[in-house]
Protein backbone atom coordinates (compact mmCIF):
# COMPACT_ATOMS: atom_id res chain seq x y z
CA UNK A 1 0.00 0.00 0.00
CA UNK A 2 1.11 3.40 -1.12
CA UNK A 3 2.83 5.02 2.09
CA UNK A 4 2.32 8.59 0.24
CA UNK A 5 5.84 9.53 1.25
CA UNK A 6 5.60 12.16 -1.34
CA UNK A 7 3.12 14.80 -1.19
CA UNK A 8 1.69 15.51 -4.94
CA UNK A 9 0.02 18.71 -5.32
CA UNK A 10 -3.21 18.97 -7.49
CA UNK A 11 -4.93 22.62 -8.71
CA UNK A 12 -8.52 23.04 -10.17
CA UNK A 13 -9.64 26.03 -12.41
CA UNK A 14 -12.68 27.68 -13.76
CA UNK A 15 -15.05 24.60 -15.42
CA UNK A 16 -17.24 24.79 -18.46
CA UNK A 17 -20.69 23.17 -16.94
CA UNK A 18 -20.35 19.72 -15.37
CA UNK A 19 -22.52 17.29 -17.01
CA UNK A 20 -23.49 13.69 -16.90
CA UNK A 21 -24.64 10.87 -15.05
CA UNK A 22 -21.89 8.91 -12.16
CA UNK A 23 -22.53 6.39 -9.67
CA UNK A 24 -20.22 7.28 -6.63
CA UNK A 25 -18.30 3.99 -4.92
CA UNK A 26 -19.94 2.45 -1.90
CA UNK A 27 -20.38 3.96 1.70
CA UNK A 28 -17.03 3.87 3.62
CA UNK A 29 -19.02 3.20 6.63
CA UNK A 30 -20.63 0.74 5.72
CA UNK A 31 -17.75 -0.85 3.79
CA UNK A 32 -16.03 -0.92 6.96
CA UNK A 33 -18.61 -2.40 8.91
CA UNK A 34 -19.20 -5.09 5.79
CA UNK A 35 -15.32 -6.41 6.41
CA UNK A 36 -15.66 -6.62 10.04
CA UNK A 37 -18.85 -8.54 10.36
CA UNK A 38 -18.57 -10.70 7.56
CA UNK A 39 -14.80 -11.79 9.03
CA UNK A 40 -16.38 -12.34 12.32
CA UNK A 41 -19.61 -14.17 11.52
CA UNK A 42 -19.64 -17.53 11.04
CA UNK A 43 -20.07 -18.84 7.45
CA UNK A 44 -19.68 -16.91 4.04
CA UNK A 45 -20.56 -12.97 3.67
CA UNK A 46 -20.85 -11.65 0.20
CA UNK A 47 -20.32 -8.21 -0.57
CA UNK A 48 -20.96 -5.98 -3.62
CA UNK A 49 -20.04 -1.99 -4.15
CA UNK A 50 -17.74 -2.56 -1.78
CA UNK A 51 -15.73 0.75 -0.96
CA UNK A 52 -12.03 -0.11 -2.37
CA UNK A 53 -10.45 2.78 -0.80
CA UNK A 54 -7.16 2.50 1.17
CA UNK A 55 -9.07 2.99 4.61
CA UNK A 56 -11.85 -0.16 3.91
CA UNK A 57 -8.67 -2.17 2.23
CA UNK A 58 -6.77 -1.77 5.89
CA UNK A 59 -9.85 -3.17 7.53
CA UNK A 60 -9.88 -6.49 5.32
CA UNK A 61 -6.15 -6.80 5.86
CA UNK A 62 -6.62 -6.57 10.23
CA UNK A 63 -9.44 -9.45 9.51
CA UNK A 64 -7.48 -11.54 7.26
CA UNK A 65 -4.30 -10.82 9.94
CA UNK A 66 -6.81 -12.21 12.74
CA UNK A 67 -7.82 -15.21 10.67
CA UNK A 68 -10.73 -14.41 8.05
CA UNK A 69 -10.66 -15.39 4.71
CA UNK A 70 -11.29 -12.57 1.63
CA UNK A 71 -10.96 -13.00 -2.01
CA UNK A 72 -12.37 -10.70 -4.54
CA UNK A 73 -14.45 -12.72 -7.06
CA UNK A 74 -15.01 -10.68 -10.26
CA UNK A 75 -17.20 -7.67 -8.80
CA UNK A 76 -17.90 -9.45 -5.43
CA UNK A 77 -15.83 -10.23 -2.45
CA UNK A 78 -16.20 -12.82 -0.70
CA UNK A 79 -15.43 -14.21 3.21
CA UNK A 80 -15.64 -16.67 5.47
CA UNK A 81 -16.08 -15.39 8.92
CA UNK A 82 -13.94 -17.15 11.80
CA UNK A 83 -17.49 -16.95 13.74
CA UNK A 84 -18.19 -14.56 16.95
CA UNK A 85 -15.81 -14.84 19.86
CA UNK A 86 -13.25 -17.01 17.46
CA UNK A 87 -11.15 -14.30 15.83
CA UNK A 88 -6.91 -15.26 16.05
CA UNK A 89 -4.18 -13.32 17.84
CA UNK A 90 -2.32 -10.77 14.85
CA UNK A 91 1.08 -11.80 14.77
CA UNK A 92 2.07 -8.32 14.19
CA UNK A 93 0.55 -4.79 14.64
CA UNK A 94 -2.58 -3.76 12.61
CA UNK A 95 -1.38 -0.94 10.58
CA UNK A 96 -4.66 1.28 10.12
CA UNK A 97 -3.02 4.31 8.03
CA UNK A 98 -5.37 6.86 7.91
CA UNK A 99 -8.43 5.43 8.77
CA UNK A 100 -10.28 6.31 12.44
CA UNK A 101 -12.98 4.27 11.88
CA UNK A 102 -10.85 1.38 10.97
CA UNK A 103 -9.33 1.77 13.94
CA UNK A 104 -12.11 2.72 16.63
CA UNK A 105 -14.30 -0.20 15.59
CA UNK A 106 -11.85 -2.55 15.76
CA UNK A 107 -10.41 -1.67 19.39
CA UNK A 108 -13.87 -2.40 20.41
CA UNK A 109 -14.36 -5.62 18.39
CA UNK A 110 -11.24 -7.32 19.52
CA UNK A 111 -10.28 -5.27 22.81
CA UNK A 112 -12.28 -8.30 24.56
CA UNK A 113 -10.44 -11.01 23.16
CA UNK A 114 -8.20 -12.56 25.56
CA UNK A 115 -5.21 -11.92 23.84
CA UNK A 116 -2.81 -8.72 22.64
CA UNK A 117 -2.88 -6.72 19.56
CA UNK A 118 -1.12 -3.15 18.59
CA UNK A 119 -2.62 -0.89 17.04
CA UNK A 120 -0.41 1.54 14.32
CA UNK A 121 -1.40 4.18 11.76
CA UNK A 122 -0.24 7.17 9.77
CA UNK A 123 1.07 10.55 11.27
CA UNK A 124 -2.78 11.85 11.38
CA UNK A 125 -4.32 8.78 12.98
CA UNK A 126 -1.64 8.91 15.28
CA UNK A 127 -2.59 12.55 16.63
CA UNK A 128 -5.94 11.71 17.08
CA UNK A 129 -7.77 10.74 20.51
CA UNK A 130 -8.25 7.10 21.57
CA UNK A 131 -9.46 7.20 24.93
CA UNK A 132 -12.63 7.91 23.92
CA UNK A 133 -12.65 4.45 23.04
CA UNK A 134 -10.34 3.03 25.77
CA UNK A 135 -11.98 4.19 28.37
CA UNK A 136 -15.55 2.48 27.58
CA UNK A 137 -13.02 -0.72 26.99
CA UNK A 138 -11.55 -0.34 30.22
CA UNK A 139 -14.41 -0.19 32.33
CA UNK A 140 -14.75 -3.94 30.53
CA UNK A 141 -12.08 -5.19 31.79
CA UNK A 142 -9.60 -4.27 28.68
CA UNK A 143 -5.77 -3.51 29.80
CA UNK A 144 -3.85 -0.49 27.63
CA UNK A 145 -0.15 -2.14 27.99
CA UNK A 146 0.91 0.50 26.08
CA UNK A 147 0.04 4.03 24.52
CA UNK A 148 1.24 7.00 22.87
CA UNK A 149 0.94 9.99 25.17
CA UNK A 150 -2.85 11.13 25.96
CA UNK A 151 -4.13 7.53 24.85
CA UNK A 152 -2.87 7.85 21.04
CA UNK A 153 -1.56 5.55 19.00
CA UNK A 154 0.76 3.22 18.70
CA UNK A 155 -1.18 1.35 21.76
CA UNK A 156 -1.53 -1.99 22.23
CA UNK A 157 -4.25 -3.92 24.14
CA UNK A 158 -4.88 -7.01 26.13
CA UNK A 159 -8.55 -7.95 26.77
CA UNK A 160 -9.77 -10.18 30.31
CA UNK A 161 -10.19 -13.84 30.47
CA UNK A 162 -13.58 -12.59 30.53
CA UNK A 163 -14.86 -8.85 29.96
CA UNK A 164 -17.25 -7.22 32.28
CA UNK A 165 -21.07 -6.21 30.75
CA UNK A 166 -21.48 -2.47 31.24
CA UNK A 167 -24.26 0.78 30.75
CA UNK A 168 -21.92 3.64 29.03
CA UNK A 169 -23.29 7.13 28.08
CA UNK A 170 -21.05 8.07 25.29
CA UNK A 171 -20.40 11.57 25.82
CA UNK A 172 -19.64 12.89 22.62
CA UNK A 173 -21.83 12.47 19.20
CA UNK A 174 -19.68 9.97 18.20
CA UNK A 175 -20.68 6.59 15.87
CA UNK A 176 -17.40 5.29 16.32
CA UNK A 177 -17.69 5.41 19.92
CA UNK A 178 -20.53 3.87 19.99
CA UNK A 179 -19.98 1.19 17.67
CA UNK A 180 -16.83 0.32 19.66
CA UNK A 181 -18.63 -0.49 23.07
CA UNK A 182 -21.55 -2.59 20.62
CA UNK A 183 -18.67 -4.64 19.25
CA UNK A 184 -17.06 -5.14 22.54
CA UNK A 185 -20.29 -6.21 23.63
CA UNK A 186 -19.91 -9.07 21.20
CA UNK A 187 -17.66 -11.35 23.29
CA UNK A 188 -19.05 -10.30 26.83
CA UNK A 189 -21.78 -12.44 28.75
CA UNK A 190 -24.65 -10.87 29.42
CA UNK A 191 -26.47 -7.39 28.40
CA UNK A 192 -24.43 -4.50 27.45
CA UNK A 193 -25.93 -0.95 27.07
CA UNK A 194 -25.07 2.37 25.06
CA UNK A 195 -26.86 4.89 26.15
CA UNK A 196 -26.54 7.55 23.31
CA UNK A 197 -28.19 11.35 23.92
CA UNK A 198 -27.90 13.18 20.79
CA UNK A 199 -28.06 10.08 17.84
CA UNK A 200 -25.21 9.58 15.47
CA UNK A 201 -25.32 7.51 12.30
CA UNK A 202 -27.15 3.85 13.05
CA UNK A 203 -24.63 1.55 10.85
CA UNK A 204 -23.52 -0.91 13.18
CA UNK A 205 -27.17 -1.46 15.07
CA UNK A 206 -29.02 -2.18 11.93
CA UNK A 207 -25.72 -4.23 10.19
CA UNK A 208 -25.08 -5.84 13.56
CA UNK A 209 -29.08 -6.93 13.96
CA UNK A 210 -28.84 -8.17 10.39
CA UNK A 211 -25.85 -10.51 10.93
CA UNK A 212 -27.78 -12.09 13.56
CA UNK A 213 -27.18 -9.95 17.10
CA UNK A 214 -29.96 -9.96 19.56
CA UNK A 215 -30.60 -5.74 19.92
CA UNK A 216 -33.23 -3.55 21.22
CA UNK A 217 -33.22 0.48 20.55
CA UNK A 218 -35.68 2.57 22.58
CA UNK A 219 -35.98 6.50 22.18
CA UNK A 220 -36.73 7.55 25.76
CA UNK A 221 -39.35 10.85 26.18
CA UNK A 222 -36.09 13.18 26.35
CA UNK A 223 -34.79 11.71 22.94
CA UNK A 224 -31.65 9.93 24.06
CA UNK A 225 -31.52 6.46 22.81
CA UNK A 226 -31.04 3.17 24.91
CA UNK A 227 -29.09 0.17 22.71
CA UNK A 228 -29.52 -3.08 24.27
CA UNK A 229 -27.18 -5.92 23.22
CA UNK A 230 -26.91 -9.35 24.14
CA UNK A 231 -23.45 -10.76 24.30
CA UNK A 232 -21.94 -13.51 22.86
CA UNK A 233 -24.57 -13.87 19.69
CA UNK A 234 -24.40 -16.06 17.03
CA UNK A 235 -23.69 -14.35 13.76
CA UNK A 236 -23.99 -15.82 10.41
CA UNK A 237 -22.71 -14.11 7.10
CA UNK A 238 -25.13 -12.30 4.93
CA UNK A 239 -25.19 -10.80 1.37
CA UNK A 240 -24.08 -7.13 1.80
CA UNK A 241 -24.95 -4.69 -1.33
CA UNK A 242 -23.55 -1.54 -0.32
CA UNK A 243 -25.38 1.84 -1.34
CA UNK A 244 -23.33 5.02 -2.42
CA UNK A 245 -21.53 6.85 -0.06
CA UNK A 246 -23.62 10.07 0.50
CA UNK A 247 -20.11 11.79 1.83
CA UNK A 248 -18.12 10.93 -1.52
CA UNK A 249 -21.68 12.65 -3.20
CA UNK A 250 -21.20 15.82 -1.66
CA UNK A 251 -18.40 16.88 -3.34
CA UNK A 252 -19.48 16.34 -7.21
CA UNK A 253 -23.35 17.83 -5.69
CA UNK A 254 -21.49 20.64 -4.27
CA UNK A 255 -19.46 21.10 -7.27
CA UNK A 256 -22.16 20.87 -9.69
CA UNK A 257 -23.84 23.96 -8.03
CA UNK A 258 -21.37 26.14 -7.87
CA UNK A 259 -20.36 25.74 -11.57
CA UNK A 260 -22.31 27.67 -13.61
CA UNK A 261 -25.02 26.10 -16.38
CA UNK A 262 -23.91 22.45 -14.37
CA UNK A 263 -26.76 19.42 -14.77
CA UNK A 264 -25.71 16.24 -12.99
CA UNK A 265 -26.88 12.48 -11.83
CA UNK A 266 -25.75 11.20 -9.03
CA UNK A 267 -26.58 7.69 -9.05
CA UNK A 268 -27.32 5.23 -5.93
CA UNK A 269 -26.85 7.43 -3.02
CA UNK A 270 -27.42 6.01 0.59
CA UNK A 271 -30.84 8.28 1.65
CA UNK A 272 -30.26 7.16 5.49
CA UNK A 273 -31.76 10.33 7.48
CA UNK A 274 -28.74 10.31 9.79
CA UNK A 275 -26.38 10.96 6.66
CA UNK A 276 -28.58 13.42 5.24
CA UNK A 277 -27.84 16.70 7.03
CA UNK A 278 -25.90 18.13 4.18
CA UNK A 279 -28.71 17.86 1.09
CA UNK A 280 -31.09 19.42 3.80
CA UNK A 281 -28.82 22.04 4.78
CA UNK A 282 -28.47 22.75 0.14
CA UNK A 283 -32.29 22.94 0.06
CA UNK A 284 -32.30 25.87 2.76
CA UNK A 285 -29.88 27.41 1.16
CA UNK A 286 -31.70 27.30 -2.29
CA UNK A 287 -30.07 24.29 -3.81
CA UNK A 288 -31.89 22.78 -7.21
CA UNK A 289 -31.64 19.32 -5.88
CA UNK A 290 -34.03 16.65 -7.30
CA UNK A 291 -34.41 13.57 -5.50
CA UNK A 292 -35.68 10.67 -7.86
CA UNK A 293 -36.26 6.67 -7.67
CA UNK A 294 -36.64 6.84 -4.31
CA UNK A 295 -36.05 3.03 -2.96
CA UNK A 296 -34.97 0.86 -0.23
CA UNK A 297 -32.07 -1.78 -0.45
CA UNK A 298 -30.82 -3.89 1.69
CA UNK A 299 -33.06 -2.06 4.68
CA UNK A 300 -31.51 0.99 3.82
CA UNK A 301 -33.31 4.21 1.78
CA UNK A 302 -31.70 4.80 -1.29
CA UNK A 303 -32.21 7.59 -4.15
CA UNK A 304 -30.52 9.25 -7.66
CA UNK A 305 -29.97 12.80 -6.80
CA UNK A 306 -30.43 15.55 -10.06
CA UNK A 307 -28.09 18.67 -9.33
CA UNK A 308 -28.17 21.71 -11.06
CA UNK A 309 -26.27 24.88 -10.90
CA UNK A 310 -28.08 27.14 -8.38
CA UNK A 311 -27.54 30.45 -6.59
CA UNK A 312 -27.47 29.79 -3.28
CA UNK A 313 -27.86 32.16 0.12
CA UNK A 314 -26.02 31.95 3.24
CA UNK A 315 -28.29 29.88 6.21
CA UNK A 316 -27.44 29.55 9.83
CA UNK A 317 -27.56 25.82 10.19
CA UNK A 318 -28.78 24.00 13.54
CA UNK A 319 -26.46 22.68 15.47
CA UNK A 320 -28.27 19.90 16.20
CA UNK A 321 -27.94 18.84 12.49
CA UNK A 322 -24.09 18.57 12.94
CA UNK A 323 -23.96 14.75 13.78
CA UNK A 324 -25.94 13.91 10.36
CA UNK A 325 -23.39 15.64 8.22
CA UNK A 326 -20.23 15.82 10.34
CA UNK A 327 -17.72 14.71 7.41
CA UNK A 328 -19.64 17.48 5.00
CA UNK A 329 -18.94 20.78 6.82
CA UNK A 330 -15.60 21.46 4.70
CA UNK A 331 -17.32 21.30 1.38
CA UNK A 332 -20.46 23.05 3.07
CA UNK A 333 -18.27 25.86 3.91
CA UNK A 334 -17.10 25.93 0.30
CA UNK A 335 -20.37 25.78 -0.98
CA UNK A 336 -21.29 29.06 1.40
CA UNK A 337 -18.11 30.85 0.08
CA UNK A 338 -20.46 31.31 -2.72
CA UNK A 339 -23.50 32.10 -1.37
CA UNK A 340 -25.01 35.14 -0.91
CA UNK A 341 -25.05 36.71 2.82
CA UNK A 342 -23.15 34.83 5.79
CA UNK A 343 -23.97 31.03 6.76
CA UNK A 344 -23.27 29.92 10.16
CA UNK A 345 -22.37 26.63 11.90
CA UNK A 346 -22.31 25.74 15.44
CA UNK A 347 -22.09 22.48 17.42
CA UNK A 348 -18.70 22.04 15.31
CA UNK A 349 -16.55 21.09 18.38
CA UNK A 350 -15.75 17.01 16.65
CA UNK A 351 -14.21 18.68 13.84
CA UNK A 352 -11.35 19.23 15.54
CA UNK A 353 -10.43 15.29 16.12
CA UNK A 354 -11.02 14.49 12.21
CA UNK A 355 -8.24 13.47 9.85
CA UNK A 356 -6.99 16.96 10.65
CA UNK A 357 -8.44 19.79 12.78
CA UNK A 358 -11.01 20.45 9.82
CA UNK A 359 -12.16 23.60 11.68
CA UNK A 360 -8.66 25.72 11.34
CA UNK A 361 -7.94 23.71 7.78
CA UNK A 362 -10.94 24.46 6.14
CA UNK A 363 -10.74 28.29 7.93
CA UNK A 364 -7.25 28.81 6.45
CA UNK A 365 -7.78 27.60 3.35
CA UNK A 366 -10.76 29.87 2.99
CA UNK A 367 -8.45 32.92 4.09
CA UNK A 368 -5.86 31.47 1.13
CA UNK A 369 -8.27 31.77 -1.10
CA UNK A 370 -9.68 35.16 0.08
CA UNK A 371 -13.06 34.30 1.72
CA UNK A 372 -13.71 36.02 4.83
CA UNK A 373 -14.62 33.70 7.43
CA UNK A 374 -14.17 33.69 11.30
CA UNK A 375 -13.27 30.65 13.10
CA UNK A 376 -14.63 30.10 16.75
CA UNK A 377 -14.17 27.51 19.47
CA UNK A 378 -16.91 25.46 17.54
CA UNK A 379 -18.20 27.53 14.89
CA UNK A 380 -17.28 28.87 11.45
CA UNK A 381 -18.78 31.86 9.65
CA UNK A 382 -18.48 32.01 5.90
CA UNK A 383 -19.39 35.10 3.96
CA UNK A 384 -20.15 34.24 0.80
CA UNK A 385 -19.07 36.21 -2.28
CA UNK A 386 -21.61 34.95 -4.97
CA UNK A 387 -20.45 34.04 -8.52
CA UNK A 388 -16.73 33.37 -7.49
CA UNK A 389 -15.35 36.82 -7.73
CA UNK A 390 -12.24 37.23 -5.89
CA UNK A 391 -12.02 33.60 -4.80
CA UNK A 392 -9.11 31.36 -5.84
CA UNK A 393 -5.21 31.74 -6.19
CA UNK A 394 -4.13 30.02 -2.98
CA UNK A 395 -2.51 26.69 -2.09
CA UNK A 396 -4.58 24.70 0.33
CA UNK A 397 -2.70 22.83 3.11
CA UNK A 398 -4.96 19.39 3.37
CA UNK A 399 -2.88 18.15 6.70
CA UNK A 400 -3.40 14.56 5.11
CA UNK A 401 -7.04 15.24 4.93
CA UNK A 402 -8.52 13.18 1.95
CA UNK A 403 -12.14 16.03 2.37
CA UNK A 404 -10.13 18.84 2.62
CA UNK A 405 -8.62 18.29 -0.52
CA UNK A 406 -11.28 17.55 -2.37
CA UNK A 407 -13.51 20.17 -0.89
CA UNK A 408 -10.97 22.74 -2.15
CA UNK A 409 -10.59 20.91 -5.28
CA UNK A 410 -14.44 21.79 -5.65
CA UNK A 411 -13.62 25.53 -4.98
CA UNK A 412 -11.13 25.62 -7.80
CA UNK A 413 -13.89 24.37 -9.97
CA UNK A 414 -16.26 27.60 -9.89
CA UNK A 415 -13.51 30.14 -8.56
CA UNK A 416 -11.90 33.27 -10.54
CA UNK A 417 -8.58 31.96 -10.02
CA UNK A 418 -7.21 28.59 -10.13
CA UNK A 419 -7.03 26.33 -5.98
CA UNK A 420 -4.01 23.99 -5.35
CA UNK A 421 -3.71 21.64 -2.95
CA UNK A 422 -0.53 20.83 -1.61
CA UNK A 423 -1.54 17.07 -1.43
CA UNK A 424 -3.98 14.93 -3.85
CA UNK A 425 -2.72 11.48 -2.04
CA UNK A 426 -5.27 10.88 0.56
CA UNK A 427 -8.20 10.91 -1.78
CA UNK A 428 -7.61 7.19 -2.23
CA UNK A 429 -8.51 6.91 1.37
CA UNK A 430 -12.18 7.21 0.65
CA UNK A 431 -12.78 8.06 -2.83
CA UNK A 432 -9.86 6.57 -5.53
CA UNK A 433 -12.11 7.83 -8.21
CA UNK A 434 -12.84 10.86 -7.25
CA UNK A 435 -10.41 12.05 -9.87
CA UNK A 436 -11.67 9.91 -13.34
CA UNK A 437 -15.86 11.24 -11.81
CA UNK A 438 -15.06 14.68 -11.77
CA UNK A 439 -13.00 15.32 -14.88
CA UNK A 440 -15.46 13.04 -17.04
CA UNK A 441 -17.89 15.32 -16.02
CA UNK A 442 -15.73 18.15 -17.26
CA UNK A 443 -13.92 19.53 -13.86
CA UNK A 444 -10.64 21.03 -14.56
CA UNK A 445 -8.31 19.34 -12.29
CA UNK A 446 -4.62 18.31 -13.09
C1 LIG B 1 -17.94 7.23 11.21
C2 LIG B 1 -18.28 8.09 12.21
C3 LIG B 1 -17.90 9.50 12.23
C4 LIG B 1 -17.42 9.98 10.87
C5 LIG B 1 -16.49 9.00 10.21
C6 LIG B 1 -17.20 7.67 10.04
C7 LIG B 1 -18.40 5.82 11.31
O1 LIG B 1 -16.86 9.69 13.16
O2 LIG B 1 -16.78 11.23 10.96
O3 LIG B 1 -16.07 9.46 8.95
O4 LIG B 1 -18.34 5.10 10.29
O5 LIG B 1 -18.83 5.41 12.39
P1 LIG B 1 -17.15 10.03 14.73
O6 LIG B 1 -17.75 8.85 15.36
O7 LIG B 1 -15.80 10.35 15.30
O8 LIG B 1 -18.06 11.22 14.68
Known amino acids: MNAHATPVPATASRSQPLSGSIKVPGDKSISHRSFMFGGLAAGETRITGLLEGEDVLRTGEAMKAMGA ?20 EPVAPLD ?15 GTYDMKTTFIGDASLSKRPMGRVLDPLREMGVQVLEAAQGDRMPLTLRGPKRATPISYRVPMASAQ ?24 RDHTEKMLAGFGATLEVETDAQGVRHIRIEG ?16 SAAFPMVAALLVPGSDVIIEGALMNPTRTGLIDTLLEMGANIEILNR ?25 ARAPFMIDEY ?7 AFAEGETVMDGLEELRVKESDRL ?26 PGGSGIGGGTVETHLDHRI ?6 MGLAAEKPITVDDRSMVATSFPEFFDLMTGLGAEIA
Open 232 to 247: EPRLTGQTIAVPGDPS
Open 330 to 336: PVLAVAA
Open 360 to 385: AAVARGLEANGVDCTEGETSLTVRGR
Open 405 to 410: AMSFLV
Open 177 to 200: VKSAVLLAALNTPGVTTVIEPIMT
Open 96 to 110: FGNAGTGSRLTMGLV
Open 295 to 319: RNAGGEDMADLRVRHSELKGVTVPP
Open 69 to 88: RIEKQGGEWIIQGVGNGCLL
